[in-house]
Nanobody, 125 residues
Framework: QVQLVESGGGLVRPGGSLRLSCAAS????????MGWYRQAPGKERELVAT???????TYADSVKGRFTISRDDVMHTVDLQMNSLIPEDTGVYYC???????????????????WGDGTLVTVSA
């Protein structure tokens, strides 16, 4: 079981910056990938960036060079630094954690996706 708490959303002018943070907690933490998704008004939820436990990060083409994702495996957090924001970045941003958890009934359960409640990012002049 993993609980996620998101912060950092808000209103920003085009060209500005925001930093989103997500903190994971639970009685047992075995985290695989951590990342951020977003959903613009009237559109499907899409990947923004993700960091596996080991390997390279992945960014949506639309944010490459502008956004930077990072994770702290000591604090169990994942941050998204968003620079040079444009109106098309507007949307609800969701923290995603893929994790394993221990069940007293079924032992370990692997590869479960957990989602934050979302934080709104609005880029507008």
């Amino acid at each position: 079981q993993v609980q996620l708490v998101e912060s950092g959303g808000g209103l920003v002018r085009p060209g500005g910056s925001l930093r989103l943070s997500c903190a994971a907690s639970g009685s047992r933490l075995s985290i695989n990938a951590m990342g951020w998704y977003r959903q613009a008004p009237g559109k499907e939820r899409e990947l923004v960036a993700t960091v596996p436990s080991r390997g390279t990060t992945t960014y949506a083409d639309s944010v490459k060079g502008r956004f930077t994702i990072s994770r702290d495996d000591v604090m169990h957090t994942v941050d998204l630094q968003m620079n040079s924001l444009i109106p098309e970045d507007t949307g609800v941003y969701y923290c995603n954690v893929n994790a394993n958890y221990f069940s007293a009934y079924a032992d370990w359960v692997y590869g479960v996706d957990y989602w934050g409640d979302g934080t709104l990012v609005t880029v507008s002049a």
